[in-house]
């Protein structure tokens, strides 16, 4: 039992324990021969409860903080008798959590690759997420509205502007950028409920930790950050390194360079593979 070096990994805003194999968000970096190969290592992956892919939903969800989905995610752990990851990997909320587990269990994981995260909500994520609540809240098309914001979070104007420069499609006789954030707004209301994004929106208003927790963590710390992130800047990712390093921790500072911003870590694969290689 447990043959194999044990990663968890954590998945993001919208997404679920569908890491690896035809449909796995992450597809380009687990499975066998990947990064994170699947040939050497067991790669485990919770669904945030209330994500809804499991058909869980929870009414009362804004009773949750990350460090409550971070408990329910270490007694998953023991149910399945775990007791030491090689490596915990969190992107985005999923890295949030994996602060927060390692918290309160702070000899869980031999690496911990937090990517484009951080351990708190900072004034400047709360206010996005308020205006997320907003959005949530409104008669018509909630979802949508929240996606098409959103999605101005987790992209960069110069993303926008160089792929689209202004073209209008024809057809519908709107910019082409308009249609994007549409398509976006769309897709995501066929995939995900109202009831899962009110969820997830709260949890990232409610990333509690405490700077001084994190000294207490034992190891050793891969932060990874893109550059141009407008959600998770890495000048605050940069802040929490200095501060790790100013307590004589172990641990590295990795950027990927992006004109995409947040969602880089979801794009920018060859880089990401560059970065995480040598961990594995």
Known sequence: MHSAPIILINHALTGNSDVAGENGWWKSLVGAGKVIDANRFTVICFNIPGNGFDGFFIDNYEDFTVQDVAKIFLQGLEKLKIE????LVGGSIGGSIGWEMLSLENDLAEKF?????????????????????????????????????????????????????REIDSDKQI???????????????????????KLVNHLLMNINGEENELENISSEIHLISVDSDLFYPAFEIKNTYQFLQNKNKNVQYHEIKSIHGHDAFLMEYEQLNTILKPIF
């Open 175 to 197: 910019l082409k950028s308009h249609d994007w954030l549409n398509f976006h707004g769309k897709r995501l209301n066929e995939r995900f409920s109202l009831k899962a994004y």
């Open 84 to 87: 030491k990851l090689f490596a």
């Open 113 to 165: 690759i937090p990517i484009a995260t951080d351990f708190k909500t900072s004034d400047w994520l709360h206010s996005q997420c308020l205006v997320q609540k907003f959005l949530l809240e409104s008669e018509e098309q909630p979802l949508e509205k929240a996606r098409v914001h959103a999605m101005l979070c987790y992209r960069t104007p110069e993303s926008l502007n160089s792929r689209f420069n």
